[in-house]
Nanobody, 116 residues
Framework: QVPLVESGGGLLQARESLSLSCAVS????????INWYRQSPGKKRELVAS???????IHADSVKGRFTISRDNAKNTVYLQMNSLNPEDTAVYYC??????????WGQGTQVTVSS
């Protein structure tokens, strides 16, 4: 089991910034990557950013230059720093873990709402 707990969501105005946190516990040694996904009403869940155990990162084209994923191994926490937010970023943001060899875990999600 790899419990994931997201925090940091909220209501903001356009162009503001917000940082989300994903606290990881359990079988941390078995995690290959931690991912942030988001889902808006009526839309598919989409990958926003990913960071591997070797600290390689990827960011979706829609957030490149605005969002940054990072990790603090001492705190077992992965962050998603979100800058220059716009209403299209409104979604429930989920933390997800890719677990070796072929498993995954999800957090409960945190709502981010951006008004224009």
């Amino acid at each position: 089991q790899v419990p994931l707990v997201e925090s940091g969501g909220g209501l903001l105005q356009a162009r503001e910034s917000l940082s989300l946190s994903c606290a990881v516990s359990g079988r941390i040694f078995s995690i290959h990557a931690i991912n942030w996904y988001r889902q808006s009403p009526g839309k598919k869940r989409e990958l926003v950013a990913s960071i591997t155990s070797s600290t390689s990162t990827i960011h979706a084209d829609s957030v490149k230059g605005r969002f940054t994923i990072s990790r603090d191994n001492a705190k077992n926490t992965v962050y998603l720093q979100m800058n220059s937010l716009n209403p299209e970023d409104t979604a429930v943001y989920y933390c997800n873990a890719d677990i070796r060899p072929d498993d995954s875990a999800w957090g409960q999600g945190t709502q981010v709402t951006v008004s224009s």
